[in-house]
Structure formats: structure tokens, C-alpha cells
């Protein structure tokens, strides 16, 4: 059994920066891989990034590449999201997600536990 739990969103200006962490419970964090998908109301499940279970390997939606980035602290069973140049788009609950696997994929079906979300609000 896994359990998650994201932090650190807020509201932030457009152009501003935040970063998410996720905090995971349960044995072997290092060997799946991480990733965080982003729900706007209205709208369907987004991916945003994942991260490979030793952390060399991170894969990242188009709409965000360039401006997240994803890291993991296995010693801690943390995962980060480190966000940048928010944009109002960028507006949603973020939830992290146990991949079942050790790649990052952006298959939602691809992971079997997720965290309750936390939710960024970006104004213009």
C-alpha cells in the first residue's frame, strides 16, 4: 500500500514560480517511477511530467517543457515539481501519481495510486 501526499500549492502571480513536492509512504520508492498530472474543473486529466525510479530519466508534457521540472529525493521518498513562468493556464489541482512501473510514462492507466491533489491557482 502506497499513500501520497502533494503540498506547496498556492496562489501565485503569472510569471512567478512554485514548487510542489509529493510525499510518499510504503517500501521500495526508488524502483517506480513518479509522475504529477494536473485537473482543471471541466476538464479532462492532463499529464505534466514523470520521473524514472532512479530520477535520470524525466519526460514532460508539451505545454510545460522548458518551464517544470521534475526531481526525486529516493532517500526521502520525495518527488518534486518545480514549476516556472506560471502561466493562468497552468491553473488546476496537481496530484502525484505511483507509476507501476520503474519509466516514466504519460498513460494515466500506467499508474495505480494517486495523492489527493493540491491545487494551484495562477492569476493574471
Known amino acids: 500500500q502506497v499513500q501520497l501526499v502533494e503540498s506547496g500549492g498556492r496562489l501565485v502571480q503569472a510569471g512567478g514560480s512554485l514548487r510542489l513536492s509529493c510525499a510518499a509512504s510504503?517500501?521500495?520508492?526508488?524502483?517506480?517511477?513518479m509522475g504529477w498530472f494536473r485537473q482543471a474543473p471541466g476538464l479532462e486529466r492532463e499529464f505534466v511530467g514523470a520521473?524514472?525510479?532512479?530520477?535520470?530519466?524525466?519526460i514532460y508534457a508539451d505545454s510545460v517543457k522548458g518551464r517544470f521540472a521534475i526531481s526525486r529525493d529516493n532517500a526521502n521518498s520525495t518527488v518534486h515539481l518545480q514549476m516556472s513562468s506560471l502561466k493562468p493556464e497552468d491553473t488546476a489541482a496537481y496530484h502525484c501519481?505511483?507509476?507501476?512501473?520503474?519509466?516514466?510514462?504519460?498513460?494515466?492507466?500506467?499508474?495505480?495510486?494517486w495523492g489527493q491533489g493540491t491545487q494551484v491557482t495562477v492569476a493574471s
Open positions: 501519481a505511483k507509476s507501476r512501473g520503474y519509466r516514466p510514462e504519460t498513460d494515466g492507466n500506467e499508474y495505480d495510486y
Open positions: 510504503g517500501p521500495t520508492f526508488s524502483s517506480y517511477a
Open positions: 520521473i524514472s525510479g532512479s530520477g535520470r530519466s524525466t
